[in-house]
């Protein structure tokens, strides 16, 4: 599984950014995906997640009511519409998929198996 990311950049307070992951390999339809992101001498931290067919979503809680994840299969690719940026948003944003069966929470980025570069995320004004 191959994952690109794009749609980052510079954004004031308070605009919007869409992500984009683009996957190709294995069948995209068939595995959850995720978003995470880390900001400079932080950890890499949980966005959200979306299941296989796109019926179930969850979020961290920083962002719950601000963003919001998304995928269609038929395109292979996975969204991140961002909303109300903070600057504390700020990070380099990564997709990930999670291919394997695994006890690990959907949470915890070790509980991906493929990731994209990163796209970076700059909410300034």
């Known amino acids: 599984v191959q994952l690109q990311a794009s749609g980052g950049g510079l954004v004031q307070p308070g605009g919007s950014l869409r992500l984009s992951c683009a996957a190709s390999?294995?069948?995209?339809?068939?595995?959850?995906m995720g978003w995470f992101r880390q900001a400079p001498g932080k950890e890499r931290e949980f966005v959200a997640t979306?299941?296989?067919?796109?019926?179930?979503?969850y979020y961290a809680d920083s962002v719950k009511g601000r963003f919001t994840i998304s995928r269609i299969n038929s395109e292979n690719t996975v969204y991140l519409q961002m909303n109300s940026l903070k600057p504390e948003d700020t990070a380099v944003y990564y997709c990930?998929?999670?291919?394997?069966?695994?006890?690990?929470?959907?949470?915890?980025?070790?509980?991906?198996?493929?990731w994209g570069q990163g796209t970076q995320v700059t909410v300034s004004s």
């Open positions: 990930a998929a999670r291919v394997l069966a695994t006890a690990v929470s959907m949470t915890v980025s070790r509980s991906y198996d493929y």
């Open positions: 390999g294995r069948t995209f339809s068939s595995y959850r």
């Open positions: 979306i299941s296989w067919s796109g019926a179930n979503t």
